[in-house]
């Protein structure tokens, strides 16, 4: 009794590869002779001939809300170069047959485990190389061993080793990361604030002004410098550090705030983050020639709650001299924070709200 051995090692770099028509990964269970397709060649003495290789590729997997880019190795075997003949299909064969593709499976995740904790792809191929020949003496020795699939007994020893082996072997697809200290993020929204106090009779609210925000995160505190846009209308004429404001003047509101805040209060992907800081509140009538130009700053403390929403996150496996990946993360957050005035006629509160877009993310370490 005779059987072939084929093993094809590709090495790909595609941006993307999907599961071709003609593959049949290991993943997809036990052989059976349904998966030898191909006709026998003629002359040939061999009784059955699995086709199966082993590759890799830039992938993309969804876990939850985190998206993982990482390059995915595949064991597989085609069905359409594979065959057997009808003396061939005895259940000795198909043990035969699965031993051999367990072992590229095996192979296969050896492959993955030094793929996912990579520092530096340009030894990609050395580890197939490596692994290949590795797999390749085992194979050879195994065939030896069971004499071709002849020996039952042998057989029946190497199927509870390799099964072993198998539940033993970490079968991780996606890289596991750690991250570290460092993220940066950006945020765009609009919002609206609304006065109390003395200065509420002064400025009827701000409505739909802009906001764009700067975070630097370290851990889980996040140094966020923010700043946002608005046209205000003077609700009766008052006057402030000398200047006469008018009743209906459309003065520009501009406030840029400094602000520290503890991140992810409810350690999730999302929820809710205190924080305190600093604004500068300045008016300035932009309708008048520059030589008479009106404006007043305020200096003020804020304090103030943000939500991040259910965020959606891209994990990418990134080639480096240390070995890292990055995290992206997009999604809503929510900010409610209130600031105080209290310089003469200018007592009193703002209550501001926005909601923005934020788009940033995080260094990661790979495990």
């Known amino acids: 009794m005779k059987t072939l051995l084929s093993m094809l090692l590709i090495l790909q770099s595609l941006?993307?590869?999907?599961?071709?028509?003609?593959?049949?990964?290991?993943?997809?269970?036990?052989?059976?002779?349904?998966?030898?397709?191909?006709?026998?060649?003629?002359g040939e003495t061999a009784e059955t001939y699995l086709y199966y290789q082993l590759s890799y590729a830039k992938d993309k997997k969804k876990i939850g809300k985190h998206t993982y880019e990482y390059l995915r190795v595949k064991s597989t075997i085609n069905p359409y170069r594979s065959w057997?003949?009808?003396?061939?299909?005895?259940?000795?064969?198909?043990?035969?047959n699965q031993i051999l593709f367990d072992l590229v499976e095996l192979c296969r995740r050896n492959i993955q485990y030094q793929l996912n904790g990579l520092e530096d792809f340009s030894?990609?191929?050395?580890?197939?190389?490596?692994?290949?020949?590795?797999?390749?003496?085992?194979?050879?020795?195994?065939?030896?061993?069971?004499s071709h699939g002849e020996d039952i007994d042998a057989l029946a020893a190497w199927?509870?080793?390799?099964?072993?082996?198998?539940?033993?072997?970490?079968?991780?697809?996606?890289?596991?990361?750690?991250?570290?200290?460092?993220?940066?993020?950006l945020g765009l929204g609009i919002g609206t604030t609304v006065y109390f106090g003395n200065i509420s009779e002064q400025f009827q609210p701000l409505v739909n002004f802009l906001r764009l925000d700067y975070t630097f995160r370290f851990k889980n505190l996040e140094l966020n410098f923010g700043g946002m846009l608005g046209q205000a209308k003077v609700k009766r004429t008052f006057t402030f550090e000398g200047e006469q404001w008018s009743e209906h003047d459309t003065p520009y509101i501009t406030q840029t705030d400094i602000s520290l805040s503890y991140a992810d209060?409810?350690?999730?992907?999302?929820?809710?983050?205190?924080?305190?800081?600093v604004s500068f509140f300045t008016s300035e009538d932009g309708s008048k020639e520059e030589s008479n130009l009106k404006k007043f700053r305020l200096t003020n403390m804020i304090v103030g709650l943000s939500y991040k929403f259910a965020n959606r996150f891209t994990v990418t496996q990134t080639s480096s001299i240390d070995g890292c990946g990055s995290e992206i993360r997009m999604g809503p957050i929510f900010r409610?924070?209130?600031s105080n005035a209290s310089d003469g006629i200018m007592k009193?509160?703002?209550?501001?709200?926005?909601?923005?877009?934020?788009?940033?993310?995080?260094?990661?370490?790979?495990?």
């Open 159 to 185: 199927n509870i080793i390799i099964q072993k082996r198998l539940a033993e072997t970490e079968n991780t697809q996606e890289p596991k990361y750690d991250y570290r200290n460092l993220g940066l993020f």
């Open 265 to 277: 209060l409810l350690k999730k992907d999302f929820g809710l983050s205190p924080f305190i800081g």
């Open 123 to 146: 030894y990609v191929n050395l580890i197939f190389d490596e692994e290949y020949k590795k797999c390749e003496q085992e194979m050879n020795g195994f065939s030896e061993a069971v």
């Open 348 to 367: 009193g509160y703002m209550l501001h709200t926005s909601i923005s877009y934020s788009f940033g993310g995080r260094f990661l370490n790979m495990k």
């Open 336 to 338: 409610l924070y209130l």
């Open 84 to 96: 057997v003949t009808e003396e061939g299909k005895k259940p000795q064969l198909l043990r035969y």
């Open 15 to 42: 941006a993307c590869f999907g599961q071709l028509q003609y593959e049949r990964e290991w993943s997809k269970g036990p052989l059976t002779w349904d998966d030898f397709q191909a006709e026998s060649p003629i």
